[in-house]
């Protein structure tokens, strides 16, 4: 009833930039948290950042100064513009949406499929 897709991965050599999307459809009433989350090859999946439906944001350690996540309400996106890339932030980057959603109406939790980020040394 709600699905999401993340685009924008890629191979980067470190320093260089990329900028992620991800789009939220379906029967949607409200977003109420929109976030990127990571996943490294042998690791479990990490949070990157969030945004609050009141525009909130909250960011890894690892990220701060070198990650912006940014919205558009009107197209239920989500971006998160990444700089100065570093090759440990090769990971596959999921979308991750909180929404009251769905018929009938009722809090939902989607993740995307994920959308890969390499950066080469």
């Known amino acids: 009833q709600v699905q999401v897709l993340e685009s924008g991965g890629g191979l980067v050599q470190a320093g260089g930039s990329l900028r992620l999307s991800c789009s939220a459809s379906?029967?949607?009433?409200?977003?109420?948290?929109m976030g990127w989350y990571r996943q490294a090859p042998a690791k479990q999946r990490e949070l990157v950042g969030v945004?609050?439906?009141?525009?909130?944001?909250r960011y890894a350690d690892s990220v701060k100064g070198r990650f912006t996540i940014s919205r558009d309400d009107g197209k239920h996106a989500l971006y998160l513009q990444m700089n100065n890339l570093k090759p440990e932030d090769t990971a596959v980057y999921y979308c991750?949406?909180?929404?009251?959603?769905?018929?009938?109406?009722?809090?939902?939790?989607?993740w995307g499929q994920g959308t890969l980020v390499t950066v080469s040394s």
């Open positions: 991750n949406v909180g929404a009251m959603a769905g018929v009938p109406l009722r809090n939902l939790e989607v």
């Open positions: 945004m609050t439906s009141g525009g909130s944001t």
């Open positions: 379906g029967e949607i009433f409200r977003i109420n948290i």
